[in-house]
């Protein structure tokens, strides 16, 4: 598995915890050391299911200042993904992969789900 994070944040911080609580084995990936590129992102974004607005940092000062919620709608999806991979703060996160799932944010029923499946 695969765990992003921000180590500051504090959403971050409980699902790391809850992740060494399940005694999970990850590679811990600093999401602003290590930025996702934009290959990355868009691979994770097709796995997920998920609308691309739930890989962005929405409520992220970054966000903000960029004015991004009315630019987004404008922007192709290609734009969005380079636009991520260029700061680890636009990102949503934590941000856990396990083979071909993906999952933003941290809800413990979820994670739980995710540690639970075979292998």
Known sequence: MLF????KCSTCKKAKNFLDSKGADYEDRHIVENNPTAEELKQ???MSGLDIKKFFNTS?????????KDKLPEMSLEEK????????MLVKRPIIIKRD?????????E?????????
């Open 4 to 7: 992003l994070e921000y180590p």
């Open 44 to 46: 994770w974004h097709v």
């Open 60 to 68: 992220g000062m970054l966000y903000k200042s960029m004015n991004l």
């Open 81 to 88: 993904y380079q636009l991520l991979a260029t700061d680890g």
């Open 101 to 109: 799932k993906v999952l933003t944010g941290f809800k413990e029923a």
């Open 111 to 119: 994670w739980a789900e995710l540690l639970n499946e075979e292998n």
